[in-house]
């Protein structure tokens, strides 16, 4: 008989804040500059302001990409793009 139980690592929210920031920073450096990281167990909020709706997806996927987030809330503006 053998045991298959594998413990996963709890989340260590300065990581992960870390993580985000700087895929952030590495990625779309204007983006970084505008977003607030909040990290709270495995949950990440984003606030700020991004200027487009690839903007907005690519921070949002950054987020979730980061190895021990469960959820994401979302609290990014998008910039109102010209008519």
């Given at each position: ?8 690592q709890?989340?260590n ?71």
């Open positions: 008989m053998s045991n298959q139980i594998r413990l996963k709890r989340a929210p300065a990581g992960i804040r870390s993580d985000i920031e700087s895929a952030l920073t590495r990625h779309a450096q204007r983006e970084a500059k505008h977003i607030a990281v909040e990290v709270d167990g495995s949950v990440v909020t984003l606030r700020g302001r991004v200027e487009s709706l690839a903007e907005h997806e690519a921070v949002l996927g950054t987020a979730w990409a980061s190895r021990g987030v469960t959820r994401v809330i979302d609290q990014l503006a998008v910039a109102e793009q010209p008519a």
